[in-house]
């Protein structure tokens, strides 16, 4: 029976091992598929390009709102995002992605996940791009 009293405590350091290993890795991520599922489903997610403006201006996902990195901590009170509704972030490479999705996990949004791969999976996947409009000329 001595081992069923360790049982419980073993599987709870399990939890917080494998809780905390995502949280150093940035949190969940989402595959490109699962992505566009999200981003046309109810609640639907909101999907943030953490790129530079210049590279969000050349192309980016449907939808998507700049908030590039280097001003991620200051813009996000200003966001107004919702705690537990699905957030997709990218970027070029997923370590910025993931600095995000780990800063909006720590500040309490549990909706918040890294497409994996970024936004070179999502091309390699034949999803569509955007391009901001150019504004009218008068």
């Not at 403006?53 to 813009?75: C, M, N, T, W």
């Amino acid at each position: 029976m001595m081992g069923r009293k360790w049982l419980v405590p073993i599987l709870i350091l399990i939890g917080v091992i494998a809780f905390s290993s995502q949280g150093l890795k940035g949190g969940p991520e989402v595959s490109v598929k699962d992505a566009v599922g999200l981003m046309t489903g109810e609640p639907r997610a909101i999907v943030i390009d953490v790129r530079e403006r210049a590279d969000y201006d050349q192309g980016h996902l449907p939808g998507a709102i700049s908030v590039p990195f280097a001003e991620f901590k200051d813009r996000l009170q200003h966001l107004k995002l919702p705690k537990i509704d699905p957030v997709v972030l990218y970027s070029n490479d997923d370590a910025r992605a993931r600095d995000a999705t780990r800063i909006l996990y720590e500040s309490g949004y549990q909706g918040a996940l890294t497409l994996k791969g970024g936004i070179d999976a999502w091309r390699a996947a034949g999803q569509a791009m955007a391009k901001p409009q150019a504004a009218a000329k008068p």
